[in-house]
């Protein structure tokens, strides 16, 4: 079974957003057996939360109904998931100092985004209920090329 952990800030917008995308599209593909997902955050601001209502929104409104609880990101999650794929290059960084040195699944989300490689999924919690879309849209297409990309050709 291959494992994948989405990791944002605070774990109730970005992360569990890629999450429930992630369970659907998997679902879909009928790899739910076989791919398993969780999201964390870096920071413990929200740890016990659901997730932002503008995260389930965005999500409803793409048909994925998704229920998370909120926790943090800690060093044993190396050892749990084969991929870790942070948001932001705020929490890749912090992901760095909280995974071994010789974890070699860490990559951001972006890194599979053709439309803006490496570059930083924006954190929409300050901003207006249209960013929630924008990152519902980079989601979307990362997720696809990390599955085909990393997953899909992946030895079990």
């Known amino acids: 079974m291959k494992k994948v952990l989405f990791v944002c800030l605070g774990n109730i917008c970005r992360s569990p957003m890629a999450e429930g995308i992630f369970k659907q599209k998997t679902?879909?593909?009928?790899?739910?057996?076989i791919i398993e997902s969780d999201s964390a955050g870096t920071a413990a601001y929200h740890i016990g939360e659901n997730p932002d209502p503008r995260t389930l929104d965005a999500l409803k409104k793409h048909g994925i109904s998704f229920n998370h609880t909120a926790r943090r990101a800690i060093k044993k999650d190396a050892d749990r998931f084969d991929f870790i794929l942070a948001m932001d290059s705020q929490n890749y960084r912090e992901l760095q100092s909280i995974l071994p040195s010789d974890f070699?699944?860490?990559f951001k989300m972006r890194d599979f985004d053709q439309e803006g490689p490496g570059t930083d999924v924006p954190d929409p919690y300050y901003g207006a209920d249209d960013g929630f879309e924008n990152v519902f849209e980079i989601l979307d297409r990362s997720i696809d090329e990390f599955i085909t990309k990393e997953l899909l050709r992946s030895p079990s």
Do not use: I, P, V, Y
Request: proline share 0%; hydrophobic share 30%.
């Open 104 to 106: 070699k699944g860490l």
């Open 27 to 33: 679902r879909e593909m009928g790899l739910e057996d």
